[in-house]
C-alpha cells in the first residue's frame, strides 16, 4: 500500500492551509500521495522524480505541481535539494481574479498534471538562476510569515502564495519548448473558454487560437483535459450559474442567458448533469 501523508500531520494545527518544507537534501522518499498539494522547486543537485509508473531526471530550476492524489517519489536524490509549498487548494480562501486569464495557470496547475498520468510527459517548467532567485525569495517571505504566524499573517501569507502561483504560471508562459508550447496552447484555448464562455464560441474560432487543425485540436484537448471542448464550456457554464444562484435572486432563465446558454430548459439539464440536481433546488439549498 501506498504511504499518504495527511495535512494534520504536516500542516499547523490552526488549520492555515498553506505550509512550506525544505529539503536540503531531500532524502530518498518513496512512493507517496498526499490529502494535500504541493507546490516545488529544485533548487539544486539532481536525481529521478518517479510520478506514478515514469521517472524524469531533475535538476536545478525545475518547477511542478503535485496534486494530492498523484504518487511521486525521489528515489535516487544527488544532493539534490527542493523546495515544497504544501497546500489545500480547498481550504485556501483566494480570489482568483484574472487569473484564469493566463495560459500558464491553466498548464501548470491543471493540465500538466492531469496530462502527466495519462502521457509520459516530463515538467516542462524550468526556471533560469534569476526566476530561482525570486521564486525562492517569495517563498522565504512566506515562510517568515507561517514561521512568525504574527496579526495579520494569514492575510500576507495568502498574498504571498499568490504570488508565487502568477510568477509561476507566467514563466511556464515564457516557456519555449515543444512540449510546453502543445499545452500551452490548449492552455490558451481554456483560457479563452473561462473569460469568454458568456458569449458564442466556435469550436473552428478555438483551434485557430491553438494553431492547431479541428482534428488535432479536438484530440490534444481529449488528452490533456479528459473532455471534450464543448463538455468543458459546459462545465464552466454550469458552475458560473451556480454563483450567480447563490449569490444573486435574479430568475433562472436570466442566469442562464447570462452565462452563454441560448435556452433554459437545455440549461436545466446541463445544470442537473453536471450538479446532481436542478437550478431551483440548488438556490434553495444554497442561497445565504
Ligand atoms: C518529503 C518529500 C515529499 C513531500 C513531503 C512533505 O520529503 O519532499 O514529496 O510530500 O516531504
Ligand atoms: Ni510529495
Known amino acids: 500500500m501506498t504511504l499518504t501523508l495527511r495535512a494534520k500531520d504536516w500542516f499547523h494545527p490552526d488549520g492555515f492551509p498553506l505550509a512550506v518544507e525544505r529539503r536540503d537534501p531531500q532524502e530518498p522518499f518513496g512512493l507517496h500521495t498526499h490529502d494535500f ?3 516545488v522547486v529544485v533548487t539544486g543537485g539532481r536525481g529521478i522524480h518517479q510520478i506514478g509508473r515514469d521517472a524524469w531526471p531533475l535538476s536545478a530550476g525545475d518547477a511542478f505541481v503535485i496534486k494530492g492524489r498523484d ?16 497546500y489545500r487548494p480547498e481550504r485556501l480562501k483566494w480570489d482568483l481574479a484574472d487569473l484564469g486569464s493566463l495560459p500558464g495557470y491553466h498548464a501548470l496547475f491543471t493540465l500538466e498534471p492531469q496530462w502527466r498520468k495519462r502521457h509520459q510527459f516530463k515538467s516542462r517548467l524550468h526556471l533560469s538562476p534569476a526566476e530561482i532567485g525570486h521564486v525562492v525569495g517569495l517563498i522565504d517571505q512566506l515562510d ?19 504570488q508565487l502561483v502568477a ?4 514563466a511556464y508562459g515564457r516557456s519555449r519548448s515543444p512540449d510546453s508550447q502543445a499545452l500551452l496552447r490548449i492552455a490558451s484555448a481554456i483560457a479563452h473558454l473561462e473569460t469568454r464562455y458568456a458569449e458564442e464560441i466556435e469550436l473552428d474560432d478555438l483551434a485557430d487560437m491553438a494553431h492547431m487543425s479541428k482534428r488535432s485540436f ?22 458560473r450559474a451556480a454563483d450567480r444562484l447563490r449569490a444573486t435572486d435574479d430568475p433562472v432563465t436570466d442566469v442562464a442567458f447570462a452565462v452563454g446558454f441560448q435556452d433554459s430548459n437545455y440549461f436545466t439539464r446541463q445544470f442537473r448533469q453536471v450538479m446532481g440536481v436542478s437550478p431551483r433546488a440548488y438556490r434553495a439549498a444554497n442561497r445565504g
Not at 504518487?71 to 515544497?84: T, V, W
Not at 517568515?144 to 499568490?162: C, D, V, Y
Open 144 to 162: 517568515a510569515e507561517l514561521k512568525a504566524r504574527g496579526p495579520g499573517f494569514g492575510f500576507m501569507a495568502t498574498a504571498l502564495f499568490m
Open 167 to 170: 510568477y509561476l504560471s507566467r
Open 37 to 39: 498539494s504541493e507546490v
Open 218 to 239: 479536438l484530440r490534444t484537448f481529449q488528452a490533456a483535459t479528459g473532455q471534450p471542448p464543448i463538455a468543458y464550456l459546459i462545465q464552466i457554464r454550469v458552475n
Open 71 to 86: 504518487e511521486h517519489a525521489y528515489p535516487d536524490p544527488q544532493e539534490l535539494s527542493l523546495i515544497n509549498v504544501l
